[in-house]
């Protein structure tokens, strides 16, 4: 799929920007354009990795004329740029407008002046029946990008977005605010132990993307399968694996947190189908994309909303065996001891 591609990755000095950039490396890709606009993120990545095939841009989303000239050449870009802290988009909500929307757009534009073959927007559960600010600003980069395959004329670039909720062990995810808590012997807040949250690693996340690459054809939404956890069991298994027990402490709902997360909306099943590893929700409407199309999957089994409290659950000891598989537990105590986010 990568062979010989020249690749952008917007906010690739984040978590899932790295981990992606990482297992690009490992295929025969031509050259990859790191673009960000922190300079100490790119700086410090750049330091870990020595492949030649890297390039660093400085620049922002927001600015067209840089990601034209960025964008030159490019065969395939992963739009991961935005901004994602819940409570600082209800304070600051244009600014996210900004980035997430109109950014989103910018990146759109240059994709189709640049005639790119592919590009895949990173979605949010967030985004389905939005309750906050960032939910809805990412809303509409699905929307975006999914309806850019209706006006992109006779250029063939492929648009389709990818969605999914927090990875674990991610920066501002449960499991380091757990672990962190734990070692420094303060309480854990909670809201409500009964609360369920998708589990996806970030090998998981990297696996959709690919699957994504490979099977999207233009206007798809790709949802992973996934099973779901208690935020009792996660907290559990975290103590376990630290070996430290602590005392919990009940903190008051965050505005628009949802008690279950949920990746495909009750509206969305009419249009979902599903393959052994997704299921593809598709945008229907617009001249040249139609329910007339070819679609290689069958219709969902799905019958109502794809929630995390209507999916199979994580044992405890399940939970402890993956974040000991994935090594997260070590990766988040260097973090907290190194004073990095």
Partial sequence: MFEGKTILITGGTGSLGTALTKRLLSTNVSKIRIFSRDEWKQTNMK????????????????DKDRLYRAMENVDIVFHAAALKHVPVAEYNPFEFVKTNVSGAQNVIDACLDAK?????????????SPSTTYGATKLLMERLFLTANFYKGERK??????????VLGSRGSILPIFVENIIANKKIPITDSSM??????????IDLIFRA?????GGEIFVPKLKAFTVKDMKNAVMELVDKKVETIQIPVRVGEKYHEVLISKHEIRNTYESKDDYIVYNFG??????????????TKLTDEYSSDMTELFTK????TIITKEKLLEEIIHHSKSGKN
């Fill in 47 to 62: 330091s870990k990795f020595t492949d030649k095939r890297l390039r660093f841009l400085i620049g922002d989303i927001r």
């Fill in 213 to 217: 690459v490979k099977n999207g054809k």
């Fill in 116 to 128: 790119v073959e592919l590009a895949v927007a990173i979605g949010t559960d967030k985004a389905v």
């Fill in 317 to 320: 000891d399940e939970l402890k």
């Fill in 196 to 205: 369920t949250r998708f589990n996806i690693t970030m090998r998981q996340a």
């Fill in 286 to 299: 617009g001249e040249g994309l139609d329910e007339k199309r070819t679609i290689p999957f069958k219709k």
């Fill in 157 to 166: 670039t492929r648009f389709i977005c990818v969605r999914y909720g927090n």
